[in-house]
């Protein structure tokens, strides 16, 4: 069996390793992942034994597949053939490849515990993109454009290229697409042109090419013709009958035409027909009747051709009077004249006699107005302009002024006031708009005083309108509308009315006031997403919160939803009536709680829904997974050569989700309040990288050139990361430093005493930061040590350490417990000061002095060293500066004369030093022969 073992060590020495390959598969494909050893075939003829075989898959840090002693693991989603593991092939199947499979793979075989990498596999997604062009009529000689859609392709990016009949019109361009929720790329190509006659039946196409490979999607264009349009009359003899129109177009394509007809701006209701040209296009002649009401009403009457893909229609025009005139009025006779003047004088004669009796009353009649109430609009929203209106009725309405007020403020128009300081004047003087006859306006100071501002001045924004007058027909009563624009603010329009008092020009009466209702300003909510928390009392409870801001008024409602079940939240501000900002706005949040185990799955969907009356949908938020807050590690500097650029590197890991962001910042040293900080550029990440199923790790570089030694002394650098999960950024702070090495003596310094306590001791000058030290004694085998350190600054201003380390050696030593050793460090101790300041003086004092005699007796009962042990203690308490006596036991060898030798090391660690400094004294042949 023994040589059977060397037989398959020898042949695993001849395994030959797979160069490193990628494979690319479409999606929802199966892909083979090669993994292949040769196993040459022995001197022997064994067979490779199948339970010595050992395979593993690895990804992105996470067990695929596994075979050991004959047991075979694999993920869901991959498959193997275990029976051909004796041939050598190891490769891996992806069932229906997907874009969460991508990545490198590693595969490591082991036979007989002895591990070979075989081979590396990077896999990923190919998918080619499918090709659409949306059909859509073009207008002859017109801008027209041209879209070429290519979807679900991955990786990015695409060249989108144009041809027409085989000749390319548009050279290939580069597009790089926008990923859609299912991390595919979609991306859209655009052609610019004007279509020509020769286009009507040529034969273009859209050409993409993706990762090597082209596809093209031909098609052909429809192009329209714009007709030319003339409008006539079929002539009528009498102004009482129907009067018929008719629209000849020409020259038009395609055949599918609709015709409209207006009068005066009015679509007039429809009634249709059309010959083919010899050119192939198309004339037609609609014909329209009017009805003699239509015919009286006169003015300008328009035949307008719609057709596909023309976003304005031609048209043709004229007016009636010039289709259509009407017949000379018949001439009147002499006596006929004079019959109809003394008629006309009658009738005035007449009239001037009832015109006394009515002037007063009809005057009266004429000065009254009807005034509506103020119009509102249906919702004032905080930001957005908001109009308020009043119509005003009457036979002299272009005499009528009107004045705003909100409350009893005077209101102007500021709408074309600056913010400077001088244009504050208009504050203080009111305008009033005041309409004249004929259209016209004046406007002029009122005398109200008083700003309409607050004392805060902030500008508010107010433009007044007048529309009319308009004339009724036949009634003689006119309309004038009067409105006024503003933009809501809550500190100043809250709770307020608006005023408008009408009166005529010239008086100070006032003849109406309307005064608006109290309306409800309205400001839709800022809606954070779901922040996950682990709950402080319950790490296996996760708390989710969403908070809403900036809205008014203060009523808003939360509901929690988890896979089409509502949830009802633990905590909720919105229940209890927020307190409005300085600003007048409302700030809420609303939380939940879930258990731990059911968000770690990332497949349980939790959403909440906003409601608030600003709102015309509910507001949405959802989330997926547990948030996991990131561990920063310490910042990690080193310097490169020559130009001794200065590396920072900073570790993130564990965090979920993936989006993290890192910010460096140069702190310049001061009071806490006081310190500055500047951003610095040229900051990079690497990752964010899946470690495992719902965490990540990335890491933070930042690449500096060398600082002048002022600046190093002056502060140091901050990475300031950032994560959802963090309420406030997490910091880590990094000091310039010089770092160099101590200057180490070549040998330790070594004194014995009478009592056979040894003191070795090393003196390290200089180097920063501090050096770190271990000893150990013994034997053929090394046992640490307890020593002691000081630090202190020498004659020539240099920081000095030294360790001193004391120890007695023994032959007999029994195996001792913790406990023991514990009891045998605290109760055997020499001062340091003599030991360290004068390690050549002859006998070291003891702090056990009464007890001397009994340091070499090893073998004394436990209750004398338990005895011991408490005095020494006490000694300790009182002397702190005691130095700790190790004993070191060295055993005879298997003749009664043999005896290992004595053995000190210090190991000395420094950032400095590529490697540990280790200094050694060993034991003297003479001194074993004395002592053996």
């Known amino acids: 069996m023994r040589c059977k073992v060397l037989v398959h060590v020898v042949l695993l020495t001849l395994i030959k390793n797979v160069s490193p390959s990628e494979i690319q598969a479409s999606p929802n494909t199966n892909a083979i992942l090669p993994c292949n050893v040769t196993f040459p075939l022995s001197a022997t003829g064994d067979k490779i034994d199948k339970s010595l075989i050992q395979v593993s898959w690895i990804s992105n840090g996470s067990d695929i597949a596994s075979f050991g002693e004959g047991v075979p693991q694999i993920k869901p989603g991959f498959s193997w053939d275990t029976t051909d593991f004796v041939n050598g092939d190891f490769s891996l199947t992806v069932l229906r490849a997907a874009l969460d499979l991508q990545g490198v793979y590693e595969c490591t075989v082991s036979y007989n515990s002895t591990a070979v990498r075989s081979s590396n596999v990077t896999f990923s997604i190919l998918a080619s993109p499918t090709l659409s062009v949306p059909q859509q009529w073009m207008v002859l000689e017109t801008e027209s454009h041209l879209k070429c859609h290519a979807d679900a392709f991955y990786p990015p990016p695409v060249f989108f290229s144009w041809t027409r009949d085989g000749q390319v019109i ?190 007063r009353r009809r005057d009266e009649k004429q000065k ?37 007020f909100l409350n009893d403020t005077p209101i102007s128009d500021t709408s074309l006031t600056g913010t400077s300081k001088a244009n504050f004047n208009c504050l203080y003087n009111p305008l009033t708009t005041i309409h004249l006859p004929y259209g016209l306006t004046l406007t002029s100071p009122v005398s109200e005083k008083g700003p309409l501002l607050s004392s805060r001045g902030q500008m508010g924004y107010y433009k007044l309108h007048t529309q009319g007058p308009l004339h009724s027909s036949g009634s003689g009563i006119q309309q004038l509308t009067s409105s006024l624009t503003f933009i809501p603010q809550i500190s100043t329009h809250k709770g307020a009315v608006f005023k408008c008092q009408v009166s005529y020009v010239g008086k100070d009466k006032i003849v109406v006031e309307r005064v608006s209702e109290k309306f409800t300003i309205l400001s839709a909510p800022e809606v954070s997403e779901i922040q996950l928390a682990e709950t402080p009392s319950d790490s296996d409870v996760i708390s989710m919160t969403v908070r809403a801001s900036h809205f008014h008024p203060d009523v808003i409602t939360f509901r929690w939803f988890c896979q089409g079940s509502e949830l009802s939240p633990v905590a909720s501000q919105a229940s209890s009536s927020p307190r409005p900002n300085s600003e007048g706005f409302f700030s ?156 180490i003596p070549p040998s330790l310094s070594v004194c014995w005493s009478s009592e056979g306590v040894g003191v070795f001791s090393v003196l390290l000058k200089g180097g920063h930061p501090k ?16 020593s002691n350190e000081t630090e202190e600054i020498g004659d020539d201003g240099q920081r000095e350490l030294k360790s001193v380390c004391a120890l007695e050696r023994s032959t007999n030593l029994p195996h001792q417990t913790n406990k023991q050793l514990e009891r045998q460090k605290n109760g055997h101790a ?61 055993r005879k060898g298997p003749r009664e004369n043999e005896r290992a030798r004595l053995r000190v090391c210090v190991e000395i660690t420094h950032p400095a030093l590529k490697l540990p400094v280790y200094r050694t004294w060993t034991e003297p042949n003479e001194e074993i022969s004395s002592s053996a």
């Not at 408490?870 to 190790?886: C, F, Q, V, Y």
Request: glycine residues 8%; aromatic residues 8%; negative net charge.
């Open 588 to 743: 809420a949040f609303s939380q939940c709680k879930l258990p731990r185990s059911e968000l770690e799955k990332g497949g349980t969907k939790v959403w909440v829904s906003v409601h608030h009356i600003a709102l015309k949908q509910p507001v949405t938020r959802e989330t997926r997974g547990f948030i996991k807050t990131p561990c920063v590690s310490e910042i990690v500097g080193s310097t490169s050569s020559p130009d001794q650029t200065l590396t920072l590197g900073c570790e993130i890991t564990d965090f979920y989700p993936l989006n993290v962001s890192v910010t460096w910042l140069r702190l310049r040293e001061g009071e806490q309040d006081d310190r500055e900080e500047e951003v610095l550029e040229g900051g990079e990440m690497w990752g964010p990288i899946q470690t495992q199923p719902g965490l990540y790790r990335a890491t933070a570089i930042l690449r500096r050139k060398a600082v002048n030694q002022e600046k190093k002394e002056r502060g140091g650098i901050i990475c300031r990361v950032e994560h959802c999960s963090l309420h406030e950024p997490m910091e880590k702070h990094w000091r310039y430093v010089d770092i160099a090495a101590p200057s």
């Open 830 to 890: 020499i001062k340091t000061k003599a030991a360290v300041t004068d390690p050549h003086t002859e006998g070291i004092e003891y702090i056990d002095e009464h007890v001397d005699g009994e340091n070499n007796n090893i073998d004394r009962d436990e209750e004398t060293k338990s005895d011991l042990d408490e005095d020494s203690d006490k000694e300790r308490d009182e002397d702190p500066g005691a130095l700790h006596i190790n004993r070191v036991n060295l």
């Open 170 to 359: 548009q050279p290939p361009y580069i597009v790089e697409g926008e990923q859609t929720p299912d991390g595919y790329y979609m991306a859209v190509g655009n052609l610019t042109f004007y279509p020509s006659r020769e286009d009507q039946n040529a034969t273009f196409g859209c050409k993409v090419s993706h990762n090597g490979s082209d596809r093209k999607l031909d098609f052909m264009l429809n192009i329209t013709y714009l007709p030319s349009v003339r409008l006539s009359v079929i002539p009528s003899h009498s102004n009482n009958i129907p009067l018929t129109l008719y629209c000849d177009m020409e020259n038009f394509y395609p055949e599918e035409v609709s015709v409209s007809w207006l009068q005066n701006g009015t679509v007039l209701p429809e009634p249709l027909a059309t010959e083919q040209n010899p050119d192939g296009t198309y004339r037609s002649r609609r014909y329209y009747t009017l009805s003699p009401e239509q015919r009286e009403q006169g003015g300008k009457v328009e035949c307008a051709v719609n057709q596909p893909g023309v976003m304005h229609p031609v048209s043709g025009s004229a007016y009636l009077e010039k289709l259509d005139p009407r017949d000379e009025a018949p001439v009147l006779t002499k006596s006929a004249k004079a019959s109809v003047a003394m008629m006309c004088i009658s009738i005035v004669l007449v009239f001037l006699l009832c015109f006394g009796f009515s002037w």
């Open 368 to 404: 009254s107005l009807n005034v509506s109430g103020i119009i509102l609009p249906p919702r004032v929203i905080v930001g957005q302009k908001g109009r308020v209106t009043v119509s005003i009725e009457g036979r002299r309405v272009d005499r009528v002024q009107t004045a705003w």
């Open 771 to 786: 050096a770190k030290l271990l000893w150990a004694a013994g034997g053929h085998t090394l046992s640490p040590l307890v």
